[in-house]
Each structure stands twice: as C-alpha cells, then as structure tokens.
C-alpha cells in the first residue's frame, strides 16, 4: 500500500508541477509527466530555456498549490470533447488520436488545470508531504524519445513520504554526483570522449589503459585456467554472415550502415558470436572434443541515439568480454555450473554484491517448447544445486535464449546490469552447428553465450562509480608516490621508485619544488594508494615512511618490507 500511494503522490505532484509551469509560461505546450522510481518528471516545450532560478520559483508556486487542498477529479469524456478540450496542446492532440476507436478518454482536473490521463492520483493535494517533494534539474529530452521530434526541457522532481526520506535521498544524490565516473574519468585522466573523434566513441588515457589492461589480464589468467581457448575475430564482416545469423532480418536498426568493398556490402561488427561460430565449424568436430570453450574480448560497434549516449555507459563502441561454449546436451549443466563458478568468483573478486535472476520464453521466440522447456529448466537447476538465491523474470529472456542474469549493487546500493548466460536456441539452427556423435551421426550442438563483464567500457565506467575512483592496489594506475621533503633528498627518492619499478609496482616520483604536505595532497586526490615520504632519517636509515591515501600513516619501514606488503596486498586484489 505505501508504494502504492507513493505512486500516486509522485504523478500527483507531476500534474501540480505542469499546473504551476502554465502559471509562468501560459504559453506552454505540455508533453507526458509520469511518476517514476524515485519521483516524478514531465516534459515541457517552453519560449525559453529554464535556469535553476526557474526551478525554484516553480517549486514555490507547487508548494502554494499545495497549501490550497485541490481535490483531484477523475472524468471520462469523448474523443471530440478530448480534441477541444486540448486544441492548444498539440501534443496532447498527437496523443488523443492515437487512441483506439472507441475507448473513452480520461482526464483529471485539480481547480482549473485539466491533463489527460489515466491516473492515479490521490484524492487531494492535502495528502502530499509539502517538505517530501524537491525539484532537481532540467534536462533535454525528445518528444517520445525521437530524435527528428522536437527537443523538449524535462524537470525531474525526487518524491517521497517524508522530509526525512526525501533528504536522506538527496544525500545519497550528493555521493552518486562524487562518485560520477564522467568526472572522475576527467579528473584522474582515464579517458576521453572527443567530438572530432566521434560521439560515443572512448578514447583510453594511459591511466584508463592501465586499469583496463590490469583486468583483462585477470580476465585472461581466469579464463585460461578454465580451459578457454582465446580466439579473435575481425571488427568488419561481410553483410552475408549476418544474413544468415538473423542480425540484419531483428537488429539491422542497431548496425551501422553498410560500407562496400570491391562491390560486395560489409558491416561493423555489433556481435561477436558468428565469428566463434566460424571458427568452430572450421573443420568436422567430434563428440569427444566438446566442450569447446572460445573467448574473445572483441570490439563491437552499436548504433546507439545521440540522446542515450552517457559517458562509458552508453556508447557505440565498446569490447565485449565474450564467450560462447559448444557442448552436448549431457554437458549443459556441468558448463553453466563453470560459468557462474567464474562470474561469481570475478564479481565477488571486485567488491561486488549480486541478485540471480532466471530469465524464461517471451510471448515472442524461436524453437520449439521442448527445447525451452529444457534449456529453461537445465539453467533452473543449477541454480537451485548451488542454492544460488534467485528470482524468476517471467517472459524476461531474449526471443533465442533462456537465461541467467546477474544484477549488481555497487557501494551506494545502485542496480547494474552484470553477467548473462544464455542457452542460444537460433544460431546452432541457423548455422546448422554440429558434432559427429557416438553413433557416427551429425547430432545438434547446444551453444552458450556469456558475458562476466559485458563491455570494457561500461564495466570500468561502473567500476570508478563503485570505487569512488579509489582502485585497490592492483588496478591503481600508480601504485606508489615517493615523497622527498627536500631536494637533498631527491637522489635517495629517485633510487626508492626504481626499486619499486624493479620490484614489479607502478611507482612515480613527485620530485617538484612544492611543499611535501601539497605533494601529499595531489597524490591523495589523484587517489594514489601509498606515499612514500623519504627526508634526513629515512635516508640515513634507508627506509620509507608510508602514509596510506586514508589519511592514516604506517609509519617507517624499509623498501624491502614496503615491496613485500604491496605485492601481496595486489597478489589478493585486495582494498587499501
């Protein structure tokens, strides 16, 4: 019943925000204003574009509205009194004549102001919290999400039962904008986006390929050790392959454009799986050498919308840390027990916690139900074998595959999407994948595909958020700052960070003319793990006094000892 109600308040507040919007701007054209998971938004087209002196002048008239215990009134009317009624709103209008024949149109009214909409609201302003409601920002969004529509400004709000909710809420706001890794990415030099590179497109600074390099490497050991075989495909394929995998028939609108070569149509790659295909149906394959286990971490290109573009998150360009296995239907089981076995060691290796779902048959899907009903209950029961706590996604999986998803929770409690394992149910048909049998016979193989991490890209843009950009030891791109107070003792200084070198770790030596308390401060905001601060007694008694980015001092040891403490700190992966 709170969510419920809660619901209500936010839509309500969305309607008393339009309200109070047409009070400033008569003119204004109104688009949609639902509620949403933390508060509520509406899209506006308006004379001019709104400043935050706006924002608060509009959350002064809600409250006053408010104050004055509009009752909200529930009508159904015709489609020609709908039309009149919103003869000034044209895109009321768009929405009004969209409708089917026949069904009747609602509005709700509150004093003067009329909105078409199904509900619900509350019965009365009287039931808001006026302290539970704050107006946040405005932000640029396309009428129905097209971008050949017009550009539209949203005011998103935050709603919430009480004023104690509502600013525990904007607090947790204040540590996401800290830990936001477009910023973050800037500050620490990680990497870039440029427009006369492209939108979409990530440029890797060193710092960034550091990091980047540090977990593909983890990602390699791990997956070697687990009888993967590496493979690599190219980033351009001939139009002809996707013909047969069904990607140009259900994706074309995500793939770029065709480019020719030597009058034949080639494409971007946006998968990686017809590839590995290939590679597998390279020559006869017999039963006894399944499973076959190929990984890649192949870069894709994705047609993604301008507007929905979002820093690493969302781009166009990114490497997929996929793998597909090929295996026997008497195998299933036992591969997909190895995949979560390494999904959950990895996830669980970065700090993260995690949910299962189990992701069943669509209303739409290719096979047949005997082989959803097999797949779909091969995944259940491993689940269930390992007491894996997990949630069924009815109708969740894709139209090819069942499958198992896992979401995460980084450190401010916020939901990722995070590995999948699918049982693919269209390409071993499409490309007819086999192996020779017992029997002599061509028998069908069944195929998995896995992500652990999904993209490169949006895993570390993740990552940064979830650190705060304070890596452990092992993925820092310095591990360790040597410190000298005085530029006598520089030489000493320099000798430390080549032995730290020598040793394995990424040092640096910030031998500049300032003060040691300010080299102390740029190594802790560019979240270095250690500082090394040599002067007169280190010297002389060849040590090292550690100070950690916390803030809290080690004090003196020798090199020797420093080494031995960040190799094993790195050899766990673990946190300063």
């Known amino acids: ?50 400043t935050p002196d706006d924002l608060r002048e509009i959350e002064q008239r809600m409250r006053a509205i408010l104050a004055q215990g509009r009752r909200f009134e529930r009508q159904e009317i015709s489609l020609e009194e709908g039309l009149s009624l919103f003869a000034a709103q044209p895109y009321k209008l768009e929405l009004l004549q969209e409708l089917p024949p026949g069904e009747p149109v609602t509005i709700y009214r509150q004093g003067s102001f009329v909105d078409l909409c199904r509900g619900p609201h509350v019965d009365s302003t009287e039931e808001i919290p006026a302290d539970g409601f704050k107006l946040l920002s405005v ?27 509502l600013q525990a809420h904007l607090k947790r706001l204040e540590e996401i904008e800290r830990r936001d890794h477009r910023r973050l990415g800037r500050e620490l030099d990680i990497f870039s986006v440029d427009p006369t590179i492209g939108a979409g497109l990530i440029l890797w600074h060193p710092n960034g390929a550091i990091i980047r390099l540090e977990i593909e490497r983890f990602w390699i050991d791990e997956h070697l050790k687990r009888g993967y075989q590496l493979v690599y495909t190219p980033h351009i394929a001939s139009e002809r392959i996707y013909q047969i995998s069904g990607h ?18 080639y494409r971007l790659k946006p998968m990686n799986c017809p590839g590995h295909v ?4 390279s020559r006869l394959r017999s039963y006894r050498e399944l499973p076959i286990r190929l990984a890649e971490l192949g870069t894709v290109y994705r047609y993604e919308r301008s507007g929905t573009l979002h820093g690493m998150l969302r781009v166009r360009g990114f490497t997929q840390d996929d793998a597909h296995i090929f295996c026997r239907p008497d195998q299933l089981k036992q591969e997909v027990h190895g995949v979560l076995d390494l999904t959950l060691y990895m996830m669980e290796t970065f700090g993260y916690t995690y949910k299962a779902y189990l992701a069943t048959r669509p209303e739409k899907y290719i096979g047949s139900d005997e082989q ?15 007491g894996l706590a997990y949630e069924v996604d009815e109708g969740g999986g894709v139209f090819y595959a069942p499958k198992i998803d896992i979401k995460l929770w980084d450190a401010v409690g916020r939901e990722w999407q995070g590995p999948t394992c699918q049982v693919d149910l269209n390409e071993p048909e499409r490309f007819d994948i086999t192996y020779i049998g017992e029997d002599g016979r061509a028998q069908r193989v069944i195929m998995i595909h896995r992500t652990v991490l999904g993209s490169m890209e949006r895993f570390i843009g993740g990552l940064i958020e979830h650190y705060a950009g304070a890596f452990p030891v092992w993925l820092a791109p310095v591990q360790a700052v040597v410190i000298p107070i005085a530029d006598r003792h520089n ?14 770790l ?14 102390i401060r740029r190594a802790q905001l560019q979240k270095v793990p250690y500082m090394l601060v040599v002067g007169d007694r280190e010297v002389a008694g060849s040590t090292v006094s550690v100070r950690v980015r916390t803030g809290e001092d080690l004090g003196a040891m020798s090199v020797e000892s420093f080494v031995d403490m960040a190799l094993e700190m790195i050899r766990r992966r673990a946190q300063v």
């Open 139 to 165: 932000a640029g969004a396309y009428w129905r999400g097209d971008e050949r529509r017009p550009m539209l400004q949203r005011i998103y709000g935050a709603a919430f039962l009480s004023g104690q909710e």
């Open 248 to 265: 140009l028939e259900t994706y074309a609108d995500s793939m770029y454009a065709p480019m020719d070569i030597e009058g034949q149509p």
């Open 372 to 386: 959803w009903e097999f797949a779909t209950e091969s995944l259940r029961q491993v689940l269930e074998e390992r």
């Open 1 to 50: 019943m709170t969510e419920d109600k809660l619901e209500k308040i936010r839509h309500s507040l969305a309607h008393i925000m339009a309200e109070a919007v047409l009070q400033m701007f008569p003119d204004a054209k109104l688009g949609i204003g639902p509620a949403i998971d933390t508060g509520f938004y509406y899209d506006f087209d308006l004379p001019r574009t709104l």
């Open 506 to 519: 990424r040092a640096a030596l910030d031998d500049t003319d300032e003060r040691m308390n300010a080299k």
């Open 278 to 281: 290939r590679i597998y149906q």
């Open 491 to 504: 030489e000493y200084a320099a000798h430390v960070a080549a032995r730290l070198r020598q040793a394995g």
